[in-house]
């Protein structure tokens, strides 16, 4: 990608630590945000939303509209805020502490709803910026100063996850691939419906027994899987060490009625393309 | 002439339809009536009744004793015959067979025979809702087996009957509000129901979100994108809430928020009544933000003060709590229909879609990035406080304090919300003047000129603390030492407050 100032582009100063992979998902997230707009798609009708922890300093660094929610809340924030205005395009960004502990119920009801926004979870493992906690998809004896003796469950699979609660897009990128990741996230942001991207990424200061996993990486071919195949190519990585494949790329797509398509309100708003506050009462 | 009648009977038999095919007769008649509603948590079964209050004169509450009671079950002459009066009149079921589902049509037609009404208003109502011949018979049944024992000639008054919750949906419709988020939660689902109803119609939209943290975290989302919103809860929804309403103040995104209390902690009494939340709704959320914070006692006021709780939120981006309770919500009042002039909600700050835009929970700088920079994170704390001084400047122009009764009385009675309608029934023949207080946040500086004109103050609340009495206390430095409380989740019946006032007003 050219060096060249982007629109989204902004001038605050980035308080990420030197070489955290959340640069490279930064890079990947503008590079398709420019694309849809190279496309036609308007920066103005963009709309970020993030939760709190080392990812949500996102919102700083791009300038989109968005809110900062609260830790675990960003989609049903951005569930309410497509409600409030179906034709924007809504990018929701969390962090695996913050979308697969606090905010869980959401998940799994974000699939069930099926509104047309897009997740993009930075999954580091552990929650880093509260100092290397561990999180639900943390690896099976992690270690940190919370849990001394060891995390003693096996992680959470956001992926099987994902699938069971009916999303309609499920995929998994690497951070360290920004090209690939923008590809995925584009496809993502283009999908009508929910669609989910796991992006794995490393944490260079606490969890990191999980770095350097590129090579155990494989991009899945794209094509058209049920659910059930879906589902066993999600069963092969486990987020636990070992020397199971890491299998990337979209594991499952559908189409299915969103939810501002079967809300007749909703629909009539984006037939109009007009918000609630041009709507004549 | 006032009558109190009580209908009583299982949930599921029907007792509600009673109360309203009489209600709906009498108002028509041009009587004022109120209904009370008491029904625990069940759907089948269990001992539900209404008190019914028919008078020639405006009422806003029930009383203690009864002129007749309407039975459907067992329990209900078990646990109310005592109230009766000695020349009450009692309808039970037992004369009518084979009536099925229509045994109630049956006792209302009974009932509008005692009351001394004309067979053809009673035929009429009936026919309008359930053209049958089945509900037609019995209506006519009912109406044979009684005498007259009233006799309630048409009056003039052109009443309208409507309960809180349905008149607070009309104020959302004035308001020509987008959105209402809610999960379902006793008593606030009434509204919930109202305006499901009303949805298509009027071009707005219900959605019921998987939990209340979702309900309001969709509100602050849609809110931002330019819509007018209101969430509406009871007081456990309300605490999963707060965390949320704490980023509003942060954020300044438009919010309304319903919340109709019952009695607590935890789960308490669901479906009776409280005033016990009046401290979570003015404290509710970490941090300091300001917030306003208004109780409407009667069905008008709701529907009024919610358009103001519109106004005022988009005017300010601040959090307006309407505070209302279960006996508000769900009893039927009968009042005059006004003209309603509902003030206009104009969204005019820029929305995604048309700018670039930000709401950050953090503490954020002119550039609307976060910042941990301590000039900015005082001076934007200032704002806040600034803000909630023209706020009060602004609520000046509406009714923040309401005074009934006898102007000029040195006895001064306070209160607020849904125990409006007893006091001012109590006090209708007593030397006494009642203070509503409509806004608790702000609260008016009237409140202090109006207590030290009166030789004696009465404290009248729906909770166990007296928790109006504490914020009063802290904003005037007087202490209201005579305190009427009542937390029992039931209402005031005014005959026994009117009692209770006298006992106090004599010990002074």
Known sequence: MSEKKLRVDTANPITWCPGCTNFEILKSVKLAINNSIKKGEKLTNFAMVTGIGCHGKIIDYMNISGICSLHGRPLPTALGMKIGNPNLKVLVFEGDGDVYAEGISHFIHAGKFNSDITLLVHDNQSFSLTTGQSTPTSQKGYKSKAEPLGKFESPLNPIKLALASNATFVARTNARNFEFTAEIIEKAIKHKGFSFVEIIQDCIVFNKDINNRDKKMYKLPNKKRTKLEAMKLAEIYDYNLGKAKIPLGIFYEEKRKTLEELWPQLHNLQKKKINWKQMKK | ?????????????????????????????????????????????????????????????????????????????????????????????????????????????????????????????????????????????GFESEKFKYSLKKLKNKLILKNGSESLSLGFIDSKADLYFAYPMTPATPVMHFLAEKQLENDFMVFQPENEIAVVNAALGASFSGARVMVGTSGGGYDLMTETLSMQGMTEIPLVVYLASRPGPGTGVPTYTSQGDLDIALRGGHGEFPRIVIAPGTPLQARQKINEAFYLSEKFGILSVVLSDKHLGESDFSFFPEKINPLKIKVKRKVPGEAIVKAISYESNSLNATTEDAKVTKENADKRLLKYESIKKEIEKFESIKIYGKKNSKNLIIGWGSTTGAIIDAISNLDAKFLQILYLKPLSNEIRTEMQKAKNLILVENNLTGQLGRIIREKTGIKIKNRILKYDGRPFESDLLKKEIEKCLKKN
């Open chain 2, 1 to 141: 002439m006032r009558l109190n009648i009580l209908i009583g009977g299982e949930a599921g038999q029907g007792i509600n339809k009673i109360s309203e095919i009489v209600s709906e007769i009498l108002i028509d008649r041009g009587y004022y009536v109120f209904n009370y509603r008491d029904y625990p948590s069940l759907i089948r079964g269990g001992h539900n009744f209404n008190v019914l209050s028919i008078s020639d004169k405006p009422i806003f509450s029930t009383e203690s004793k009864l002129d007749g009671i309407v039975s459907m079950d067992r329990l209900t002459l078990i646990k109310h015959k005592k109230f009766l009066k000695k020349e009450g009149f009692i309808i039970e079921p037992g004369k009518f067979v084979n009536l099925g589902i229509n045994l109630n049509i049956a006792l209302a037609g009974a009932l509008i025979r005692i009351l001394g009404i004309e067979r053809n208003f009673l035929m009429k109502r009936v026919k309008d809702e359930f053209n049958n011949k089945k509900s037609l018979n019995a209506a006519e049944k």
